[in-house]
């Protein structure tokens, strides 16, 4: 965990005890992805001929990605406020129809 005091670790309850273990044990299974993906690449690099920086890892298009999805200007997803309150008005209008004709 990183933490050597025995009267901090002492404080904490059983709970941040236990939070703060898992995220130790968590940043531990990162480091050790982290470790896997370079052997790979490094395996990659030194079996496959003529190997281009681009071809294992694009750095402007993750560049990119990360721009898009910071400004917001790339969601497929992305909801019309007009087109949300129509569906709306819409749904209201159906729901409402049963219970005026009976």
């Not at 982290?34 to 071809?55: C, D, E, G, L």
């Amino acid at each position: 965990m990183g933490v050597y005091d025995n009267d901090l670790i002492m404080t904490w309850t059983p709970n941040e005890y236990k939070r703060k273990l898992k995220a130790a044990k968590l940043r531990e299974i990162d480091e050790i992805e982290r470790m896997t993906i370079n052997a790979m690449f490094h395996r990659y690099a030194n079996n496959a001929k003529k190997v281009k920086p681009s071809q294992m890892f694009d750095a402007q298009k993750a560049r990119a990605e990360l721009e898009r999805d910071v400004t917001g200007n790339g969601f497929k997803n992305q909801v019309d406020a007009k087109k949300l309150n129509d569906l709306n008005i819409g749904l209201r209008n159906m729901l409402r129809k049963p219970k005026e004709e009976g």
